[in-house]
C-alpha cells in the first residue's frame, strides 16, 4: 500500500508485524502519513468477526509512524483487520491485517503414560 497522506490527513499505509501470537506482549508498528506529533488522540483497533482489541497509540515522534503496545487476543486465531483511529474515527488509507495465532497457556495434566489412554485438554 502506498502513504498518500492528503493535506494534512492522517493515513495508514501499512502495519508490522503481519503475524503475532495471540499472547501479544508486542508493538505494532504503524506507517503511514501525518500523524500528528505528540498527539495522544491515536489508537489501533484490531477486529476480527464480532471481537475486537483497541490499542492505544504512543504519542508519535514522527509523521510517519505510529507504535501500538498490543495486549492479549482472547479470541480465536484470526486475520483480523487493522484500522487506524484518530478521536475514535478511522483514519483515511486501506485497513491493513494482521494474523492472530494461537497460544496456549495453560493444560489438565503435566505428564501421562507412555501408553496412552489419558486425554490432555488444552483450554
Do not use: H, K
Request: with cysteine.
Amino acid at each position: 500500500m502506498g502513504v498518500r497522506g492528503a493535506s494534512g490527513q492522517a493515513y495508514l499505509g501499512s502495519v508490522a508485524p503481519t503475524e503475532g501470537s495471540a499472547l501479544g506482549g508486542y508493538t505494532l508498528t504503524v506507517s503511514g502519513a501525518n500523524f500528528t506529533v505528540g498527539s495522544s488522540l491515536f489508537s489501533c483497533r484490531l477486529a476480527c468477526g464480532g471481537d475486537s482489541l483497541v490499542a492505544a497509540a504512543a504519542p508519535p515522534t514522527d509523521p510517519a509512524e505510529l507504535l501500538c503496545a498490543l495486549g492479549g487476543w482472547n479470541w480465536a486465531a484470526c486475520n483480523a483487520t487493522v484500522t487506524v483511529l484518530e478521536a475514535g474515527a478511522p483514519v483515511a488509507g486501506m485497513d491493513d491485517t494482521m494474523t492472530w495465532t494461537t497460544a496456549w497457556s495453560a493444560m489438565d495434566q503435566t505428564f501421562v503414560s507412555v501408553v496412552g489412554g489419558a486425554p490432555i485438554v488444552i483450554p
